[in-house]
T-cell receptor, first 114, second 111 residues
Framework: EAQVTQNPRYLITVTGKKLTVTCSQNMNHEYMSWYRQDPGLGLRQIYY???????DKGDVPEGYKVSRKEKRNFPLILESPSPNQTSLYFC?????????????FGQGTRLTVV | KQEVTQIPAALSVPEGENLVLNCSFTDSAIYNLQWFRQDPGKGLTSLLLIQSSQREQTSGRLNASLDKSSGRSTLYIAASQPGDSATYLC??????????FGTGTRLQVFP
């Protein structure tokens, strides 16, 4: 089944403890991206990648890192999480190097930082 | 800066009604527009993608139209069912690097 898989689905952590949220797609898509969703603010892009080893900042990149060492995986790294990073996170992928066609989303990761 | 707005923010209707959800955007220079459905505790499910050169797309009971010049899209749901209850999001692609999402319409269809 074609899908975007995120892990974990739920995570509660403490301030400052490094964590990684994984994202994997099995559709051989070139483009991948991370979004966060917050009440009243909607979905905002954190980082995106148009190809292996190519990443770029979105609208809210502060406090996050990403890497794209292989096409299928695009992990989101929080080096020192803070409570304002409590949010619902979504990974997305799309077939081509630019986002000009349908995007597919993962199931989401609900992160709580205490 | 592109802004995407959805009206109404919430909608509660009896089963069987035909519905229209609205999406408006401030900059008409878009590549395409995508409608999603979001269920509590689940991800975003793509419903319809309309390319900028298209006027509408249909999938089952769903029909989405796009009027770029006026900055509007509508999602029409025919013969609504309780299973249609969800939040509906529209998103535009402008610079081919990100989706710009609307604020969403929370739909409840009651039996």
């Amino acid at each position: 089944e074609a899908q975007v898989t995120q892990n974990p689905r739920y995570l509660i952590t403490v301030t400052g403890k490094k964590l990684t949220v994984t994202c994997s797609q099995n559709m051989n898509h070139e483009y991948m991206s991370w979004y966060r969703q917050d009440p009243g603010l909607g979905l905002r892009q954190i980082y995106y990648s148009m190809n292996v080893e190519v990443t770029d900042k979105g609208d809210v990149p502060e406090g996050y890192k990403v890497s794209r060492k292989e096409k299928r995986n695009f992990p989101l790294i929080l080096e020192s999480p803070s409570p304002n990073q409590t949010s619902l996170y979504f990974c997305a992928s799309s077939p081509y190097t630019s986002l000009n066609t349908e995007a597919f989303f993962g199931q989401g990761t609900r992160l709580t930082v205490v | 800066k592109q802004e995407v707005t959805q009206i109404p923010a919430a909608l509660s209707v009896p089963e069987g009604e035909n519905l229209v959800l609205n999406c408006s955007f401030t900059d008409s220079a878009i590549y395409n527009l995508q409608w999603f459905r979001q269920d509590p505790g689940k991800g975003l499910t793509s419903l319809l993608l309309i390319q900028s050169s298209q006027r509408e797309q249909t999938s089952g009971r769903l029909n989405a139209s796009l009027d770029k010049s006026s900055g509007r899209s509508t999602l029409y749901i025919a013969a609504s069912q309780p299973g249609d209850s969800a939040t509906y999001l529209c998103a535009v692609i402008q610079d081919t690097d990100k989706l710009i999402f609307g604020t969403g319409t929370r739909l409840q269809v009651f039996p």
